[in-house]
């Protein structure tokens, strides 16, 4: 996991932009008793969104991969498990849609910021 500490900065920036989000979509995220946790878990969600980036194939232009990268994830991880997580919880479909769309949001964006400030790949 050295790709994390080489690439900590781009890491944070997505991070510091998810959160942003989040606290757009949720203004509940701004209690201090879960800023840590959240922050923690937007940190990771980047760090393993970096790593993707960085193992993406060169088949494309460099923009459209960062942020297909992103969409492809989304739609086949994120989405399905918001689906079923949050319908077995008797949320509705609206509310559904609602964090689905900000998870994407945050995918995509991060990846731009990922790929906007640039990734080192680990050492070989």
């Given at each position: ?5 080489n690439?900590a900065?781009?890491?944070?920036l997505?991070t ?10 949720y ?7 879960g ?10 969600f980047?760090?393993i969104l970096?790593?993707a980036?960085?193992?993406?194939p060169?088949?494309?232009d460099?923009?459209?991969m960062a ?5 492809v994830?989304?739609i ?22 609602r ?8 995918m ?11 990734l080192t790949?680990?050492?070989?």
């Amino acid at each position: 996991m050295i790709y994390i500490l080489n690439n900590a900065v781009p890491i944070l920036l997505a991070t510091l932009a998810a959160i942003a989000v989040g606290l757009a979509f949720y203004p509940a995220l701004r209690s201090v008793r879960g800023s840590f946790a959240v922050f923690v878990a937007e940190f990771w969600f980047a760090a393993i969104l970096a790593g993707a980036l960085i193992l993406a194939p060169a088949k494309a232009d460099p923009w459209v991969m960062a942020v297909g990268t992103a969409v492809v994830i989304w739609i086949g991880f994120v989405a399905p498990a918001l689906v079923v997580t949050l319908r077995a919880r008797g949320i509705t479909a609206g509310g559904v849609t609602r964090d689905a769309a900000h998870w994407l949001i945050v995918m995509v964006l991060e990846a731009v910021v990922l790929h906007a400030v640039g990734l080192t790949a680990p050492p070989a």
